[in-house]
């Protein structure tokens, strides 16, 4: 079985393709600049390496096409034609009330759209993605995976707002939550690196890219996350603001003379460390190399990032009582030594001691680390997230009759013998040349035990 899995973004469509079979990845990769000049795909298999083809894409159709196509290319593809795909799952940030993975019928669709204000830097993205992917194939089950699945689990102390009761009973004022799939899948493998069951197991788990939550897992269920109605609340991100005063946004209407939608543009588009560094600079490698030349703006928006982040950690290890692992993972949670390391800075009195030099070593998307101290109380992981696995699995316990809710289900990699072998090459070529990356790694391919 051949599962196709898509992550659409307003200019992007990222990819992977699994044999549930065989148990591998087969292929992964991505359409950038769709809409945009310049459009192209990089497109990763084991053991070749990556392709990149320049077309242009005006829309997702194209896109997707374009994925297609390269998917059973004669020379680059993985698939013989188009007609293997047994399915295909789409990655949706804000699922509103649904509660676990759905397929994506008319009636699915439609409330997707009811909700898309509601993430609007993804939903409409995703249901475009949705439209398209089923134009090209209609004659295969598409499934929508939901990121707020995960986070149903809160009790209402941690989801409900001190608003008006009639808010939430009529209008769902509620938190929700993001990047749920991502914690599911990085908390259950900090269970499997501490050698613990799931469910015995406290997890914070810090998911930093351009959107960036922080997430108090205990014993394996969702119990606080810091995103909130939408992915606009909790942490100071590329380009959304986080936490602020809610009365900002009131003060600054009346002075400019401001639109709600225009203000909720600002806190989504126009903030975070893109407005703290003059409006220059989102990505955060580029923040770190000019702070690394002096630049006061762009240290300035290192420190608020890592300080919202230690704040997060610090609440909800009183809220958990008992942590056994800080997980970092995504874009910057991954290859970000310097924001991980100023995030948990200071907390050694709380049993968490971070190793310098393995936090310095640990860049890498194809192997979990580990980067705390010897004597550390708190394991501080690094663990690439792999969102896609989660997906696929639901899909196919879907068309099976097997699947439920995450709580009574039970994913292929929370055994202690999974792995990625797609990563487990990938990293046996990128140890070669970064040989340095074994001193923080941990469950390395088996060939490097040698």
Not at 232 to 260: A, Q, W, Y
């Amino acid at each position: 079985m051949i599962i196709l899995f898509l992550n659409c973004g307003s200019s992007s469509v990222k990819y992977s393709v699994y044999d549930w079979d065989k148990k591998r990845s087969l292929a992964a990769g991505g359409v950038e600049r769709i809409g945009i000049a310049g459009s192209f795909i990089t497109h990763e298999r084991p053991g070749k390496a990556a392709y990149e083809l320049q077309q242009d894409c005006k829309d997702h159709k194209d896109a997707i096409n374009l994925v297609i196509s390269t998917l059973t290319h004669q020379e680059h593809g993985v698939i013989e034609n188009i007609n293997m795909i047994s399915a295909v799952g789409h990655r949706i940030v804000h699922g509103g009330k649904f509660t676990k993975s759905v397929e994506a019928t008319p009636e699915v669709i439609a409330e997707l759209k009811n909700i898309s204000d509601l993430a609007p830097l993804h939903n409409p993205a995703h249901i475009m993605g949705i439209e398209a992917a089923k134009s090209i194939l209609p004659n295969v089950m598409h499934v929508c995976v939901m990121d707020t699945a995960f986070h149903q689990t809160m009790p209402a102390f941690s989801y409900m707002y001190a608003l008006p009761r009639e808010w939430y009973t009529n209008y769902s004022m509620r938190r929700f939550g993001a990047h749920g799939t991502s914690v599911m899948y990085c908390s259950r493998r900090a269970a499997v690196l501490l050698g613990k069951n799931v469910e015995d197991t406290n997890t914070i788990i810090c998911h930093i890219g351009n959107g960036a939550s922080c997430t108090a897992v205990k014993n394996g269920q969702c119990y606080d996350t810091s995103m909130g109605l939408t992915p606009l609340e909790g942490l100071v991100m590329g380009t959304r603001s986080g936490d602020i005063d809610p009365s900002i946004c009131f003060h600054m209407m009346k002075k400019l003379n401001m639109s709600p939608d225009e203000m909720y543009r600002i806190l989504n588009r126009e903030s975070g460390v893109k407005a703290i560094t003059g409006g220059r600079f989102a990505d955060r490698r580029d923040i770190e190399i000019n702070a690394q030349k002096g630049d006061e703006l762009c240290k300035l928006a290192i420190a608020m990032e890592s300080y919202r982040i230690k704040k997060y950690i610090g609440s909800y290890m009183a809220a958990l009582g008992r942590v056994d692992a800080i997980v970092f993972t995504a874009g910057v949670g991954e290859r970000g030594p310097g924001i991980r390391g100023k995030s948990v800075e200071g907390l050694e009195n709380y049993g968490i001691v971070l190793d310098p030099q393995k936090n310095k070593d640990a860049v890498t998307k194809n192997a979990e680390s580990c980067i705390s101290a010897d004597n550390s109380k708190v394991k501080i992981f690094v663990v690439p997230t792999d969102e896609e696995i989660v997906g696929v699995q639901d899909i196919v316990a879907i068309q099976a009759g097997t699947y439920d809710v995450y709580t009574k289900f039970h994913y292929i990699f929370q055994d202690p013998e999974y792995r990625n072998a797609l990563r487990d090459e990938a990293f046996l070529e990128e140890v070669k040349k970064k040989p340095f990356l074994l001193n923080a790694a941990v469950n390395i391919p088996q060939e490097l035990k040698k």
